[in-house]
């Protein structure tokens, strides 16, 4: 389903079939909010199987009808965070899959000029170590607002980190791998370049605006 491109042990790209499908339906610009919305969530449900792949469980007893067995369940509290406002649109997704998550969220926005991130929304857990933290954001651009993000997340505990986006640049994954080299990243497709705006190339354009029809 996933393969670690060679230079980057810690990035995951998903080259699986439904994910590359549904990731050409949401590059294309005739592609509305509606639709756009819609396979964000899914993309986001299929990634977070393999994103949560070694999340830690504990075995427990379980009585079925017939007899009493050993299953296995979730042992840490997962929390996972979108970066706002186009990460909301994939933690719906992981959501559907994986509803015992906690939410917390963080506001980033990107100066259109500066490229830089600016904070004006960070509502976390207390606890943020006592389980993994999922960080979503569909576009991984200069990765300055990523990078930021775990920043915040570590000051604020988290202690296992991973980060699932949907669309990254060579430099953003470079700043990230280089900024965080513990974290593992979680892609649908490594683009080839960033333009002088910024932007990822060929990309899909603005994800937040495109999700909520503010273009
Ligand atoms: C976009 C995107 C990321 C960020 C990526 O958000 O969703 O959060 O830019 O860029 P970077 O890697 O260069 O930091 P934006 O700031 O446009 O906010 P929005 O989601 O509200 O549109």
């Keep these: 389903m996933a393969a670690a491109p060679r230079e980057h042990p810690n990035v ?23 639709p756009f919305r819609a396979l964000l969530y899914q993309i986001a449900g299929l990634m977070v199987y393999e994103a949560t792949r070694t999340l830690p469980t504990a075995a427990i007893n379980v009585q079925t009808p017939i007899e009493t067995t050993v299953g296995r369940r979730l042992s840490a509290k997962v929390t996972v965070v979108p970066v706002l406002r186009a990460g909301l649109g994939m933690a719906e997704g992981v959501l559907e899959v994986m509803p015992e998550a906690r939410i917390g969220h963080l506001g980033l926005a990107r100066d259109e000029t500066t490229l830089r991130p600016t904070v004006y929304l960070q509502r976390l857990p207390r606890d943020l170590d006592a389980g993994p933290v999922i960080l979503v954001d569909p576009m991984l651009a200069t990765g ?33 791998v280089s900024d965080h080299p513990d974290l593992t990243i979680y892609t649908a497709a490594i683009d080839r370049a960033l333009n002088d705006r910024g932007f990822i190339v060929p990309g899909l354009g603005d994800a937040g ?3 909520y029809g503010t273009v």
């Design 209 to 211: 605006d495109r999700m």
């Design 12 to 34: 995951v790209v998903f080259d699986h079939p439904l994910i590359q499908h549904k990731l050409t339906y949401l590059r294309d610009q005739t592609t509305s909010h509606r």
């Design 144 to 176: 300055g607002s990523a990078s930021e993000a775990v920043h915040i997340l570590r000051r604020a505990g988290a202690n296992d980190l991973r980060m699932i986006c949907l669309v990254a640049s060579p430099e953003g994954i470079r700043r990230l």
